[in-house]
């Protein structure tokens, strides 16, 4: 049979077996169709369709082409990965651009393509197409991994002579009928990731953000999912667009596609233009598909676990000076909060905002990377040293991007500053952004960051970034700059990591604003909020773990009173938190008495004891019926042990509660049930003169099932306090 006769293939076009793929990994399947020569299409992307031999997959492929009726051209519309307007396709397009106004529309064909098992499990997808007539080149390259997550990007060529103007360039992957509901997120200044769900209607729901960073408000994990889908159930497909720049991601529906998820960078009018040969390169775009919002999540988690340069040694308790001290550098104090930190336990001191230059406060001093001579006269040493000493790691913060209009800096170098020729960008936190793109200041930076790394003996450094991005422009050309200022931050961090390869960074933007897997690739913890406020945490850390696993997460115990809310908490609550994330403390201990102290060091103990199991098993949560309690844990890998927080957000509708249920352990095996100390202590109606049967140290022995779909009777707790449950494996 000739290939323009065969019904599987896209009328006219060459076809042969290889140009269908079936990747699996991990409970996941991936149907790629290469027919025809046009870019590649996703005919299934989810749930493990088993071992298909040639035969069901082209019938796979014949069965999944529509009955051509009701599409804007004659014929079926294949919507490729990156989708084109030249097969019909009438929704947001893949790729957008022109040569002066020429060459808006392509029809790429593809020349060749490969199919590879990299050395860690990846499968790995390269498709090379063309679009000769329009004189553009095209890359992609899609990958499942190991984990079963599928990630894809491009790269765009441009092999004419005149200038390609590219004004943005998409990525999507297909999602069925059946997902109905859609979930991403918003957020704000001490607020992040705060989930808002809608139904997944005709249209398109775009999330773009031009914030220069990553953003709180980012849409951060788009998940597209059947009705009601939860933490345990209901198939969900989510995007996740890694780019620490404008970004762009969306769900679109139309009468023609059932749904199609997608991302790219968000780019300025004529921020990026290909000169003849120049190419640009896309982020990554992922997607995590499973049976509930867990399984999505534990794939990020497992794949970013597996990747050479994940932090593996234990996470530090960590002592972060902001909250205790603010801009009041005084050495006597600080030493004092490092005794008062060891003594609890910690293990490393990070060095907050104020040291450097004129900047006694927020207004100046941004820039000038020099240890201020008025509060440091012996610079830095006498505190290094006295932390070191302690046996702490040390650590400095720093904010590389910005700089104070009152800074020596910005007077030396008022052109190093991103802007528009004929004036400076409105101020925000009296900062403005340093034009990285602009090659001495990129010097200046890497020379000063470099001079303190090889002067004192610093192991992290908090990499703050505390402002968007307003009318950046690259000031000599005039020209939109985040794009630049992307990349040229992700090679700062690059070159810093190669000449100090011990040194760890995180990634911090006014709490979490810059928490993307892009920026992930070069750092090694976010900080997830400015909002210490343990409730909130709750929110936060739950939603930021969708993404990023426990060990990546920056979770401070903060002072009595939250200094973001005014909320009064229990030691308990603030430390039960931060418990699930990287611990760490963020109060003025040397206000702290005795019991407090006792009580904290406690929990850093407890910490010590459980970080192994936190940082490398899978976390879990129980779809709970009344919202105001919640339970979450994290399982071993093996199933062998875990470790639950009973969190009440708010009082119950029912008192008690009713049966709580435990998600994800072994349904068959036995588990030893007990309260977890300190989280053994019940603050709440009836704790004084009431008890519960199986809250004692012998606890209960119940199989995982019996948990998962029974539950138990948890201690009746006072709103906006927590107990922990370890459930261990009976042999
Ligand atoms: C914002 C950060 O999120 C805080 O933790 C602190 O480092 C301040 N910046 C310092 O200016």
Redesign the pocket.
């Known amino acids: 049979m000739s290939a323009a006769q065969r019904d599987d293939a896209v009328p006219g076009t060459p076809d042969h077996d290889t140009d269908l793929h079936h990747l699996r990994a991990d409970g996941v399947s991936l149907v790629v169709d290469l027919a025809g020569g046009t870019l590649p299409r996703v005919l299934h992307w989810g749930a493990d369709l088993g071992d298909l031999d040639p035969d069901v997959l082209h019938d796979l492929r014949r069965v999944s082409r529509p009955m051509p009726i009701g599409f804007p051209v004659d014929g079926e519309v294949p919507v490729a990965v990156l989708p084109e307007q030249s097969a019909g396709f009438l929704g947001t397009p893949g790729l957008t651009g022109t040569r002066d106004g020429r060459d808006f529309s392509t029809a790429f064909v593809v020349r060749e393509h490969t199919v590879a098992r990299l050395d860690d499990g990846t499968q790995r997808l390269d498709v090379h197409a063309s679009d000769a007539d329009a004189g553009l080149g095209l890359d992609l390259v899609v990958e499942l991994t190991a984990q079963g997550l599928l990630r894809q990007r491009a790269t765009l060529t441009n092999t004419a002579d005149d200038t390609y103007a590219l004004d943005g360039l998409l990525l999507t992957l297909p999602v069925p009928a059946t997902a109905t509901e859609l979930l991403d997120f918003s957020g704000r200044w001490a607020r992040e990731r705060s989930p808002q769900r809608t139904a997944f209607t005709h249209g398109t729901r775009l999330r773009d953000n031009r914030r220069g960073r990553t953003g709180y408000d980012t849409a951060f994990v788009l998940v597209a999912g059947t009705h009601g889908f939860g933490h345990r159930a209901g198939q969900v497909w989510g995007v996740h667009t890694a780019w620490s720049g404008n970004h762009r991601t969306l769900a679109e529906r139309s009468h023609y596609h059932p749904g199609l998820l997608g991302g790219g960078e968000l780019l300025t009018p004529g921020e990026v233009r290909l000169d003849a040969g120049g190419t640009y390169t896309s982020p990554w775009v992922y997607g995590s598909w499973g049976v509930g919002l867990d399984a999505l999540a534990g794939r990020f988690h497992r794949w970013m676990r597996a990747r050479p340069q994940h932090p593996r040694t234990p996470r530090p308790v960590t002592l ?1 000076t ?1 909250e205790a001290v603010y801009f009041q550098h005084d050495l006597g104090r600080l030493t004092e909060l490092a005794d008062a930190a060891a003594a609890i336990g910690a293990e490393r001191y990070v060095l ?2 104020g040291w450097f230059g004129s900047r006694r406060d ?1 207004t100046r001093g941004l820039g000038d990377w020099y240890v201020s001579a008025d509060v440091w006269p012996d610079g830095l040493h006498p505190l290094v040293d006295h932390v070191t000493g302690l046996g702490l790691q040390f650590g400095l ?1 720093v ?1 590389p991007e910005m700089v104070n209009p009152d800074s020596d800096l910005a007077r030396a170098h008022p052109d190093w500053m991103l802007q528009v020729p004929s004036r400076l960008p409105r101020p925000a936190r009296h900062q403005q952004v340093l034009d990285l793109a602009h090659p001495e200041a990129y010097a200046y930076i890497l020379e000063r960051l470099d001079a303190l790394l090889r002067e004192y003996d610093i192991a992290y450094l ?1 990499w ?1 970034h ?1 402002r968007d991005l307003v009318d950046a422009g690259h000031g000599r050309s005039g020209t939109a700059g985040v794009h630049g200022q992307t990349l040229a931050v992700y090679r700062l961090l690059d070159e810093l990591r190669e000449r100090h390869p011990g040194v760890e960074i995180e990634s ?4 979490g604003g810059r928490v993307d897997l892009e920026i992930l690739a070069r750092t090694d913890r976010i ?1 997830g909020s ?1 909002c210490i406020d343990a409730l909130e945490r709750q929110q936060i850390q739950r939603w930021t773990n969708l993404l990023v696993p426990l060990e990546l997460i920056g979770a401070h115990v903060g002072s009595g009173t939250a200094h973001s809310t005014g909320r009064r908490h229990a030691l308990s609550f603030r430390a039960g938190t931060a418990l699930f994330g990287h611990l760490g403390i963020e109060w003025d201990l040397r206000e702290a008495d005795d019991a407090q102290r006792a009580e904290l060091a406690a929990w850093v103990s407890a910490y010590k004891d459980l970080r192994g199991l936190l940082h490398t098993g899978t976390t879990v949560h129980a779809d709970g019926v009344d919202p105001s309690h919640q339970v979450h844990g994290v399982v071993a890998a093996d199933g062998s042990d875990a470790l639950f927080a009973v969190v009440a957000t708010a009082t119950s509708e029912s008192l008690p509660t009713g049966r709580l249920t435990f998600p994800g352990l072994d349904p068959d095996a036995t588990y030893h049930v007990r309260p977890q100390p300190p989280g053994d202590v019940v603050e709440g109606l009836g704790s004084h003169w009431l008890s519960l049967p199986w809250w004692t140290p012998d606890g209960a022995r119940l199989t995982g099932r019996v948990l998962a779909e029974v539950g138990l009777q948890a201690p009746v707790l006072f709103p906006e306090h927590l107990v922990l449950v370890r459930a261990t494996r009976v042999a």
Request: hydrophobic share 20%; aromatic share 18%.
């Open positions: 972060n902001w907050d905002d927020d913060w904010e908090k703050d505390n911090c933007s006014s709490g900080w400015d």
